[in-house]
């Protein structure tokens, strides 16, 4: 059994945190532009909403319910926050920047908070508290690089 020093745990149960934090809110809004759910728009609406061409909405869609699932589970960590950071530049660059940086005016304030929180969690996974710890090893990186040996 592992064991982990008191640092190692409030990192792990900060980025757990920041995790579900993100994971909950790409969850729900990717779950609402893709299917309808939560009282959101679904694909069409969205794309129509956003002047998007369908492709890109179903993109857009697509990564925040994926990079939502990825976070809050922990699989795929980096790669859903890789998936989630240009949907975010472009919530900041294309919709929300003329409006400034205050969410009162519809700036780009919560936008660029999700960029940093998936930054965040690009440059150091998942952490320890995460459910890829039960899938088999070649899922997980972590556990299935070779160990080097000493010469």
């Known amino acids: 059994m592992e064991t982990r020093n ?9 980025l757990l945190a920041i995790r579900i934090a993100g994971g909950t809110v790409f969850f729900y809004h990717g779950s609402g532009k893709l299917f309808g759910l939560f ?21 857009v869609a697509l990564a925040e319910f994926c990079g939502g699932v990825s976070l809050l589970t922990g699989v795929l ?10 949907v975010m530049l472009g919530a900041i660059f294309l919709v ?4 400034g940086f205050s ?14 929180m998936a930054v ?7 952490g320890p ?7 088999p090893d070649k899922f997980n990186p972590a556990r299935s690089m070779p160990v080097a040996k000493a010469d």
């Open 6 to 14: 008191n640092d190692q745990v409030r990192i792990g149960l900060a």
């Open 77 to 86: 960590t980096r790669l859903g926050a890789a998936a989630i950071m240009p």
């Open 120 to 126: 965040a969690l690009l440059m150091t996974g998942a």
């Open 103 to 116: 969410l009162q005016q519809q700036g780009y304030e919560y936008a660029f908070t999700l960029l940093l």
């Open 129 to 135: 508290y995460s459910l890829i710890r039960f899938l």
């Open 39 to 59: 009282g959101g728009s679904g694909l069409a609406a969205f794309g129509q909403m956003a002047h998007l061409p369908p492709a890109v909405a179903f993109l």
């Open 96 to 99: 929300h920047g003329k409006n």
